[in-house]
């Protein structure tokens, strides 16, 4: 099959075939991601969250994302790996940016980085390009930003805010993104954002007019119950499923039921 480049993935956009994104931090999950044939992995910084247990990405660091992105890339050799350059990793000066994005790409495999804001990053944006680091954009809801906008909601349906997410697309485009995430926009908007650029468009509650979808792999699945926000589909319910398997587990331990003869070694 080869690799899955952002060459496949503009012919996808150019035919109308939509593209799968999920953003998932290990080994094993990545392995699935492959083996069902999606074409891209994010190793999204929503890992503070959903691996770590905190409250927001705000203290996910370089190393860590390093660290995720390294297993990701191990279990699907073969998809096209986006990482989320984390809080204060690239917002400081374009030099850290190069640095740290740079570090990113040559440590883990991936073959583009992911930096969350529009016009305010567009200089930066524009020099890691140049320097030849794909940069994928991140526009709508940031999750960066939460200590500034406050929790998740839906952006752009006022006029005001409608510009803003286009200038900030407009401003990605021109530094030279060749895809971006819509994240919680009215679908309205997001069909227009793509239907009049050339970049790759990928929607997360941003309505099915994107080029294609992006969910985190632990939402998708159902084991991650914290939240359920309304445009998350619920595949399997992963919790469910995996607490009965430890209730039957302890039940047969406790039991004297666990291990078997089968699963003993003889002398
Ligand atoms: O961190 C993440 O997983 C993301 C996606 C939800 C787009 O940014």
Not at 34 to 50: N, W, Y
Not at 60 to 83: N, Q
């Amino acid at each position: 099959m080869g690799g899955i480049t952002i060459k496949k993935l503009r012919k996808k956009k150019d035919k109308g075939e939509k593209i799968t994104m999920v953003s998932t931090y290990d080994y094993l999950s990545a392995r699935l991601c492959q083996e069902a044939g999606i074409d891209s992995i994010l190793v999204g910084d929503s890992l503070g969250m959903v691996f770590q247990g905190l409250d927001s990405t705000i203290s996910v660091t370089l190393e860590e994302m390093i660290y995720h992105a390294k297993a990701v890339r191990r279990g699907a050799p073969d998809l096209f790996l986006v990482v989320d350059m984390p809080f204060l990793s690239y917002q400081v000066s374009a030099e850290e940016a190069l640095r740290n994005c740079g570090r990113v790409l040559k440590e883990t495999g991936a073959q583009a980085v992911k930096l969350e804001g529009g016009e305010e990053i567009a200089d930066t944006v524009y020099r890691l390009v140049r320097a030849g680091i794909p940069v994928v954009g991140h526009v709508g809801f940031t999750p960066q930003y939460i200590n500034l906008f406050g929790a998740p909601k839906v952006v752009g349906k006022s006029y005001e805010e409608a510009q803003r997410v286009k200038k900030d697309f407009k401003a990605l485009e021109n530094a030279g993104v060749q895809m971006i995430v819509l994240e919680s926009i009215p679908w309205t908007l997001a069909k227009e954002l793509t239907d009049s650029s050339e970049v790759i468009t990928i929607g997360i509650g941003a309505g099915k007019y994107c080029d294609g979808q992006v969910l985190v792999f632990h939402d998708l699945v159902g084991l991650y119950e914290d939240s359920k926000p309304k445009f998350v589909r619920r595949y399997a319910e992963g919790a469910k499923i995996f607490k009965d398997a430890l209730i039957r587990y302890k039940k047969d331990v406790e039991g004297g039921n666990f291990p078997s003869e089968e699963e003993s070694y003889g002398a």
